[in-house]
């Protein structure tokens, strides 16, 4: 079964602290998504990789294929960062699957001022 | 640019009740989704379309009808409302099943 793992659960930073999010997946991608949620908001996207790394302002996703795994990391931390990450696989759009998206249950950041 | 807009953002319904959640995206994309979240769980996906004129089912279609008719409208249709279909429900599109996904605002839903 194709399933996306995150950790943590929560997280609590201050501001300024360097933030890593975690995601596992099960089954071989052909794309991972990260995914931010504001408190009451919609669903933006941030990243989307199959390989490597990629950096967006203060954010870095980085991608190990072999190992399944992917990280989202937030460097100088600010309140506003405060939101629910999102990790999602793309699974190739073969072998019985359509290439729909799987989520994580996502990562509750909180960073104090 | 609107993206892809979602109405209405709130709604409360009574047990047995029907609506329609509306879903509008202006970026040309073939491929629709509906999604629903609950607390603690990832979006699970309910229908999908790659096209007009084609939809089909997702990880939780029961309780809902879907229709797309043209290229920008995924309407989703909730004909007997239950208390299990309390959730938020999410529009989103892309392009093609490579591309960058882009979600509405979500519609917050209570049933009653």
């Known amino acids: 079964k194709n399933e996306v793992e995150q950790s943590p659960q929560n997280l609590t930073a201050q501001e300024g602290e360097f933030i890593t999010i975690n995601c596992s997946y099960s089954?071989?991608?052909?794309?991972l998504h990260w995914l931010q949620q504001h408190p009451g908001g919609g669903i933006v996207s941030l990243f989307m990789l199959s390989s490597g790394k990629k950096k967006h302002g203060r954010l870095i996703a980085t991608i190990n294929i072999q190992e399944k795994h992917s990280s989202l990391h937030i460097t100088a931390s600010h309140p506003r960062d405060s939101a629910v990450y999102i990790c999602a696989s793309r699974p190739p759009p073969y072998g019985g699957s359509q290439g729909n998206l799987i989520f994580g249950k996502g990562t509750k950041l909180s960073v104090k001022p | 640019n609107a993206g892809v807009t979602q109405t209405p953002k709130f709604r409360i319904l009574k047990i047995g009740q029907s609506m329609t959640l509306q879903c509008t995206q202006d970026m040309n994309h073939n491929y629709m989704y509906w999604y629903r979240q609950d607390p603690g769980m990832g979006l699970k996906l309910i229908y999908y379309s790659v096209g007009a004129g084609i939809t089909d089912k997702g990880e939780v279609p029961n309780g809902y009808n879907v229709s797309r008719s043209t290229t920008e409208d995924f309407p989703l249709r909730l004909e007997l409302a239950a208390p299990s279909q309390t959730s938020v429900y999410f529009c989103?599109?892309?392009?093609?099943?490579?591309?960058?996904?882009?979600f509405g605002q979500g519609t917050r839903l209570t049933v009653v």
């Open positions: 089954v071989g991608i052909s794309a």
């Open positions: 989103a599109s892309t392009l093609d099943t490579y591309t960058e996904a882009f």
